[in-house]
């Protein structure tokens, strides 16, 4: 064990109340996440409640990870690169030792196996040795969002395993730390203007949470990493805490799942840094931390297998869907208290799952993967409520972003009601129901909400005026879609068709009042591909969707759905 005890100084905030001077004690190893006296009451949780069934999901991806071939081949940067291929073989490369390496040290620090003790001790050490050459290359912003993500890797492997590495293998992981460390404090962090205003702030969040988990994880063992975290306290609060986000909470990257990477980026630092020196930023910048998107868009639970786009959270792609977003509800549950981010949060049945998404690269094939469950035992606090019992909000406006959206309830089997800008997505009785993206198109499309506690209703026009549509929901259990012309649409589960009524197997149903439905074709929406970098790279798809289809005929220009839900749902839970 390392032990020492230093004056950490800190910078003066903008908007803040100065702090000169936080003390912080470096406790030793482990220290970013639990120090050893709380992984010993982790430990012992494994087999309590909910504790045990993220362990059991935990066990289960280990054992996968401990089967994956440790890699030997670094991936070098290539030039030119006109489709990105090889921008993301190494992201996706490094995501996926990254996520391996992060997930083999949380399973044996919650369960002291030796199996996965030598498997994260071979993935850190593979990590280290084949990633190093990342210290050699000048550092830009193409490179940086990966190296920055595999930086905290590095930092939580060594932590989570410095008393199971010998003092040559400490030696040789920190060296290598150090020299990443150093080459994009110099080259990237102090002089590039990353974590400044112009500077993409979800890319910027990310990276900043890696490099400040890096300082944090040598905090007294290397006279740097004093630098480095006063460098990133400072970018954070100086701009991607005030400003990283929309006035009204949402990602200017314009997307929920950006908003959720920004926010899972945030919090592995903040936790850890008030961990380490008492510095609480989670407090100090309350106001940015809200998780009202998540209230908006979560529609239901995960199911079983993959995932499918739009399938538990609205507007967002398979692989940000429930089992991405719920360790950042967790979080949000233990820090603020309220139990409906609990609630939310424990509808994911996969929590403690390594997160393996469904696309390859097309040569390398590559795999993205997460690693959210061992994050997500660590944040489960059982003493926060699953149950709502607060005063909740059952409509959301996002007027910068143009998103507007209206539940019945926070129960899975409610209606979830979802516009952004020309799109409209419905979910019902758990399930998607309607989805067409750019429904209504037009510039400067502005969804406008109203809601009297009884009926909430979003309305938008195109840019001409002439043309007007509307959803209306009516708690607690229907929603109706007024919109123009013919339409065909996207929906999920296995409905049938009948009486020109699309019904669920839970008693959803469809029907049109004004128009007709024509028909329902079970396999008629191909998943598109899945396309990145700026869409000029295909990736493989080794489990593609089809999803069902509906079509439908208006009357007189005009298309009028109606949905029902059987029963009736509490409108405050």
Not at 65 to 71: A, G, T
Not at 264 to 281: C, H, V
Not at 300 to 309: I, Y
């Amino acid at each position: 064990m390392f032990y020492v005890v230093r004056l950490l100084i800190l910078p003066v905030l903008i908007s803040q109340p100065a702090q000169a001077e936080t003390p912080y004690q470096n406790l030793g190893h482990p220290r970013l996440y639990f120090t050893s006296t709380e992984l010993q009451s982790l430990r012992a949780a494994r087999t309590e409640g909910i504790h045990a069934r993220i362990w059991a999901n935990l066990a289960e991806s280990a054992k996968w990870c401990l089967s994956e071939p440790v890699r030997t081949e670094w991936i070098a940067p290539v030039t030119p690169d006109p489709i990105y291929e090889n921008l993301y073989d190494r992201f996706y490369a490094m995501m996926h030792d990254m996520a391996i390496s992060e997930h083999l040290s949380f399973a044996y620090a919650y369960s002291g196996d030796r199996q996965y003790r030598k498997g994260a001790r071979d993935w850190l050490l593979s990590c280290a040795r084949i990633w190093s050459h990342e210290a050699k290359g000048k550092p830009d912003a193409s490179k940086a969002y990966a190296v920055m993500r595999l930086v905290k890797a590095l930092a939580l492997g060594y932590d989570v395993l410095y008393d199971d590495l010998t003092s040559q293998q400490r030696s040789e992981v920190r060296h290598i730390m150090v020299s990443i460390g150093k080459r994009y404090y110099k080259d990237y962090w102090t002089s590039t203007s990353v974590g400044k205003p112009g500077f993409n702030h979800h890319h910027a969040s990310v990276e900043a949470g890696g490099f400040g988990l890096l300082a944090l994880s040598l905090l007294g063992e290397v006279p740097e990493a004093e630098d480095w975290l006063n460098l990133i306290i400072h970018k954070h609060t100086s701009y991607l805490l005030p400003h990283g986000l929309t006035l009204d909470g949402l990602s200017l990257d314009g997307s929920s799942h950006y908003w959720a990477s920004t926010m899972q980026s945030r919090y592995y630092f903040l936790d850890p840094l008030r961990r380490i020196t008492g510095r609480d930023l989670f407090r100090e910048y309350s106001d940015a931390m809200s998780g009202r998107i998540l209230l908006a868009s979560v529609t239901a639970p995960r199911q079983a297998g993959q995932n499918n786009s739009d399938e538990s959270v609205m507007f967002c792609p398979s692989y940000s869907q429930l089992d991405y977003m719920a360790p950042v509800l967790l979080f949000l549950a233990r820090e603020t208290r309220r139990p409906v981010y609990q609630h939310l949060a424990l509808w994911d049945p996969n929590l403690g799952s390594i997160h393996r998404t469904r696309g390859l690269t097309p040569t390398r094939r590559e795999q993205l993967l997460f690693e959210t469950g061992g994050f997500a035992y660590a944040w489960y606090d059982p003493s926060v409520s699953t149950t709502p019992q607060e005063d909740l909000l059952l409509s959301y406006h996002f007027p910068v972003m143009k998103e507007a959206y209206a539940r019945t309830s926070y129960q899975p089997d409610g209606i979830v009601v979802g516009v952004k800008g020309g799109s409209v997505q419905i979910s019902a009785g758990g399930q998607s129901v309607f989805n067409i993206y750019g429904m209504v198109t037009g510039k400067d499309l502005v969804p406008m909400l109203s809601d009297d506690g009884n009926t909430a209703v979003i309305t938008w026009k195109s840019a001409s005026g002439k043309s007007a549509s509307r959803v209306r929901l009516e708690r607690p259990d229907t929603v109706t879609l007024t919109c123009t012309g013919d339409r065909n649409w996207r929906c999920l589960g296995n409905p049938s068709f009948s009486h020109g009524k699309i019904i669920w197997t839970d008693g959803t149903v469809l029907e049109s009042t004004s128009g007709r439905i024509v028909s329902l074709d079970l396999k008629g929406d191909p998943e598109p591909d899945i396309r990145v970098g700026n869409g000029k790279l295909t990736l493989i798809n080794e489990s593609p969707f089809t999803n069902p289809l509906i079509s439908a005929k208006s009357e007189n220009g005009i298309l009028e759905l109606q949905i029902t839900i059987p029963g009736k749902t509490d409108n405050t839970q």
